[in-house]
């Protein structure tokens, strides 16, 4: 058992004072050990923190020949060489408590500016409802600028091949992989009007989920096939009058990082519509909130890397070779 510290503390039950085990101990070289009463020390574990001497509690319970039922406790401290060095988990304590202060800073100031930009949103809501049914292009440019506040006190973010994004008001179908919640603040920072496909109860969230429902976001279910069919044919006839959908088709947030499987509803939408699919890769937002840890914010860059639009009436050829792309892509930015 190794840990970034020079002792360790391990608790022991064993029979009383006497007992063979200290002459063991100490015949295998078992320095400063100390012996005290259960009456005296009550049955627990500790684990003392100390800047010098670190110590960590493993509790156990070890039957010994002829012990009687009144267990007595003792507990040791052993040197161990090359088990690490002082100071390192003060470091990863201080690193998670900046990243959970962080979190919290972050989930203020998005919320403090959401409030304040949905207003204007439902403000403006009636002319874009009017003129602008189909594009949205006043609610895209509100919520970009609500991305690029929020992640500016906190990453940066790089685009790169943003001369292969097509012009805005051409219909398109966007596909990425997925590693973070952040994922949506990162590519509304691109300034294109692509509406994104999202699971229903997102659209529960107070604030965030209403500008959702204004902006045009497709509502999905999961495993409904009846939901699925109708998400398909919303997004067909949302590019077919000019939109642009975004999809992540994997379908979820990968865990460790690495690409899952894509699900070929985006190839589809594509290859019956004869828009592009333009594929783009996300890097390092994984790392900055990694998925199921939501509540933390880590320091960092996120880069996006935009690659050539892919024009196909094949959805299986054009799954894998974007899956193709965005995976060599992955492996170049490592």
Not at 133 to 149: D, E, G, L, P, T
Not at 197 to 202: F, G, H, L, R, Y
Not at 207 to 221: E, S
């Amino acid at each position: 058992m190794v840990y970034s510290s020079s002792y360790i503390q391990l608790g022991l039950y064993c029979s009383p004072y006497k007992d063979p085990i200290k002459r063991h101990l100490v015949h295998n070289g078992i320095r400063n050990c100390v012996f005290f009463s259960k009456t005296k020390y009550p049955f627990k574990s500790q684990c003392f923190l100390h800047p010098q001497e670190r110590f960590i509690s493993v509790p156990a319970l070890y039957k010994l020949p002829n012990q009687n039922k009144k267990s007595r406790s003792i507990i040791i401290r052993s040197e161990i060489a090359g088990t690490g060095s002082h100071g390192t988990s003060y470091q990863l304590s201080e690193i998670q408590l900046g990243s959970k202060i962080r979190g919290i800073c972050f989930y203020t100031v998005t919320s403090f500016i959401a409030i304040f930009l949905f207003v204007v949103m439902v403000v403006g809501h009636p002319f874009v409802l009017l003129w602008d049914r189909c594009q949205r292009n006043f609610h895209n440019f509100i919520a970009k600028i609500w991305a690029s506040m929020t992640i500016a006190p906190f990453f940066r973010v790089k685009i790169e091949g943003s001369e292969n994004l097509p012009p805005k008001n051409s219909p398109a179908v966007y596909v990425s992989n997925h590693q973070s919640f952040l994922d949506i603040y990162t590519l509304l920072t691109l300034g294109r009007n692509f509406k994104f496909v999202s699971k229903t109860a997102i659209f529960l969230y107070p604030v965030v989920g209403w500008a959702m429902y204004l902006l045009g976001t497709i509502p999905l279910k999961r495993m409904d096939r009846k939901s699925q069919l109708q998400t398909l044919k919303r997004c067909m006839e949302l590019v077919k009058n000019g939109g642009s959908v975004f999809f992540f088709p994997e379908g979820t947030r990968s865990r460790d990082g690495s690409l899952g499987t894509f699900k070929k509803g985006a190839f589809s939408i594509a290859a019956k519509t004869g828009v592009p699919v333009v594929p783009i890769t996300l890097v390092g937002t994984g790392k900055i909130m990694p998925a199921g840890m939501e509540s933390t914010v880590n320091a960092g860059t996120v880069k996006i890397v935009v690659h050539p639009p892919i024009i196909g009436d094949n959805p299986d050829i054009l799954c894998t070779e974007v899956r193709t792309i965005i995976a060599d892509e992955l492996v170049r930015q490592d």
